[in-house]
């Protein structure tokens, strides 16, 4: 705001933002802490917790040498990181004659894509359970990667599509004008402009598919479940597990959470479909 | 700069996209309409009678079918009340001039990353256990009973999870909505002695109609098929305390093994999210200029 704030209301809008900011952070800050502790001080009270001078990374350790913690962490990448390159390589070429070479039928074809997006999960969970057992795909990453790639699909052209459009044409043109080849013009004048939004797209799809826990759990047993599926297994009723679920968890989310920060502007743009931007 | 040349290129590089997509939606979606009218159980190799409207029947009539739409409403009718209105009062907070701007809304932010089971089992068991959760020892610090949060008050509780992980969501794009309003239009409201109730009545609210239908339309899309929360919580219960329709058709065709069953309450759960898709679908399309 251009008005001038005095510093007196700047300090009381920090101290309720922030009291506000740090409520809704603390379970997150919580179990990096009890990820430090040994699990018989994770269970005390919570200032006993905090003050206990026990602090150890014995968890992260225990967490792998038990339950081959990183097998699921590769799965987690290679099934995020494989559905969103195969969603990008299937979605370029839509997004880019749809934002360039559009026609009467682009409109409704972006509508439908979007539809497909509203299909519940459940809806399809029978039949798709179904084909995968047929063609032996429960329980294998490749399976995870194709359904993934799938679902986050109409998200992935949508948010290019909007990048595109940005783009202005002229540039295009003028570019072919002085004679450029199409490879030429979309090696050295397209993809330099296309950067930024592709870099976004990619980065919001690593994280929904990091963060997918409807068909990671359904179609995934002991090999290809990646985190949100394996970390289930950290759900016994009692006993002394706070710090190695903790240490599990604060691992799990760590890369997302960096990630989702440097993403939260175009995570509106993909998330409404460029209706709120 | 469209010559013939390059419309039919534009088609051959679309064609992959619409063709995935419509192999993903369409075949999975005739199946499930095809197996909802057969006797289809895995457990009973050689069953696959026409059944007609029976499993509709049946799945409808079912006691737990009435339970599972009730609390369906119930966590997405709640959810939506707390995150729309928590949303936008932090979305207000947070547009507001004040230090450390970046760390804050960091924080208020964080909650939307965090993977769904990681958020239910963290605030089951740290923070929910009746004896050693930070509210259960609140609680009994207080001298109260112990709570057994997800046995007295399961669907409050699994509510509470869900509204933590969407109150970001809300207020995020609440925010960025607020953030493109017209400051002058502000400032000269205020220059005419309108004060703060009149200017949130008469042009922010207006001005944020819009974004406060997509945050509403975006969540119930995602609300209805909520599910990794209860499984690692609750597993549906007590009962059917938590079971929500979703849950209720994963128990029936993968736990129970009844295709038919699962696929009937799958077109009913299709029909359900269409409802709530065909008015999302109509704003997002206004707002697109193809």
Known sequence: ?277 | MATKASRSAARLMISPAVLLLLGWMLVPLCMTIYFSFLYYNLLQPGSGAWAGWDNYYWFITDPSFTDAIKNTLVLVSGVLLITTIGGLCAALLLDRPMFGTGLIRIMVIAPFFVMPTVSALVWKNMFMNPVNGIFGRIVTGLGFPPIDFFGQYPLASITFIVSWMWLPFATLILLTALQSLDQEQLEASEMDGANWWNRFFFIMLPHLARAITVVILIQTIFLLSIFAEILVTTNGGPGTATTNLTYLIYVSSLLQFDVGMGSAGGVIAIILANVVAIFLMRMIGKNLDA
């Open chain 1, 1 to 277: 705001m251009a008005r001038a704030v005095s510093n007196k209301t700047k300090t009381i809008n920090t101290a309720i933002a922030g009291t506000i900011g740090f409520l809704m952070f603390f379970p997150i800050l919580w179990i990096v802490v009890l990820s430090l502790k040994t699990e018989e001080n994770a269970i005390r009270a919570p200032l006993e917790v905090l003050f206990s001078s026990d602090w150890t990374m014995e968890s992260f350790s225990t967490v792998q040498a038990r339950s081959d913690y990183f097998k699921h962490f590769s799965n987690s990448v290679i099934i995020s990181l494989g559905s969103t390159f195969l969603g990008l390589l299937i979605a370029i070429p839509a997004a880019w004659s749809m934002a360039f070479v559009p026609s009467k039928h682009t409109k409704n074809v972006l509508m439908w894509m979007l539809s497909t997006k509203m299909l519940p999960p459940v809806g399809v969970l029978v039949p798709i359970y179904l084909l995968f057992r047929d063609f032996n795909l429960l329980d294998t990453r490749v399976g995870l990667t194709i359904v993934l790639m799938l679902i986050n699909l109409p998200i992935i052209i949508w948010m290019l599509y909007t990048y595109f459009k940005e783009i202005p044409g002229e540039i295009l043109e003028a570019a072919r004008m002085d004679g450029a080849t199409l490879r030429e013009e979309v090696l050295y004048v397209l993809t330099p402009m296309a950067i930024p939004g592709m870099a976004s797209t990619i980065l919001l799809n690593i994280i929904l598919a990091w963060n997918e826990a409807f068909w990671t759990l359904n179609l995934t047993a002991a090999k290809a479940a990646p985190l949100t599926a394996f970390i289930t297994s950290y759900s016994s009723p009692e006993g002394l597990f706070y710090a190695k679920l903790s240490a599990a968890s604060v691992m799990a989310i760590a890369p997302i959470l960096i990630m989702g920060w440097f993403s939260q502007k175009q995570l509106v743009r993909g998330l409404t479909f460029g209706a709120v931007k």
